[in-house]
């Protein structure tokens, strides 16, 4: 059974460009979790979604950044014309449920963007 | 909304002592608080989790204690070893709430000396 993957694993984008990183979850889980973690600091969450919706966006940017988890295919963190300060790591996870015991979130390799 | 602080920030130990990591959460709602290691460019590992309807759960070398009243629950590693060294994070959050994202201490540092 696979783990949670992402892709790409490092991404290098100029000022004013657009960043997809992609987040497949463990097979059988339906919640995803985006975080964002910035040197030497730890995780904030960001975004978590179910197939089709976004249950909670409260930790994400209003503007530029966007998420998705279609019914099919993996999920998109997407964000609009980046500047410096969004280089970071980008950790997606995943869970089976969001309770019964089965809301531990198991993390994937992260995406490490750096904006030049 | 949820805020989790995390003592000390760097923990330098001795191998084979014990390794004792605190935090505090001000969600008196939050029910679910796991453990996660990170190894220097890798991804966070779970390594013990704890719900609020427990006070205490071990799992071989390590332990984890809630005192709900407090708010506050801890990490116990024993018998550490070279490998323990790592950034060590707690978190915490309400599952099933609907807002189910993991609110997570700044993080420690543990050095196990050998």
């Known amino acids: 059974n696979a783990g949670v993957m992402q892709n790409p694993r490092h991404l290098v984008r100029r000022r004013g460009q657009e960043a997809r990183l992609r987040c497949s979850p463990m097979?059988?889980?339906?919640?995803v979790y985006w975080y964002r973690q910035l040197p030497e600091e730890g995780l904030k969450f960001m975004v978590y979604?179910?197939?089709?919706?976004?249950?909670?966006e409260s930790g994400m940017p209003k503007e530029r950044f966007s998420a998705e988890f279609p019914k099919e295919g993996p999920s998109i963190l997407r964000i609009q014309q980046v500047v410096r300060g969004d280089s970071a790591a980008y950790f997606c996870a995943s869970s089976s449920s969001n309770s019964g015991g089965k809301e531990t979130q198991y993390f994937g390799p992260g995406t490490r963007l750096l904006v030049l | 909304g949820e805020n989790v602080e995390q003592h000390p920030s760097t923990l330098s130990v001795q191998e084979g002592d014990s390794a004792v990591i605190k935090c505090t959460y001000s969600?008196?709602?939050?029910?679910?608080f796991p453990w996660y290691k990170q190894e220097l460019g890798k991804r966070p590992q779970l390594i013990i989790d704890i719900r609020s309807n427990v006070g205490e759960k071990k799992d071989q070398r390590i332990a984890v204690t809630l005192n709900k009243t407090a708010k506050h629950f801890s990490l116990h590693i024993t018998e550490t070893q070279p490998e323990d060294s790592a950034v060590y994070f707690c978190?915490?959050?309400?599952?099933?709430?609907?807002?189910?994202?993991?609110?997570f201490g700044k993080g420690t540092h543990l050095i196990i000396q050998p």
């Open positions: 969600d008196s709602a939050s029910n679910y």
């Open positions: 097979k059988g889980h339906s919640h």
């Open positions: 978190a915490a959050t309400l599952v099933g709430g609907g807002a189910d994202g993991l609110t």
């Open positions: 979604l179910q197939k089709e919706n976004i249950i909670d």
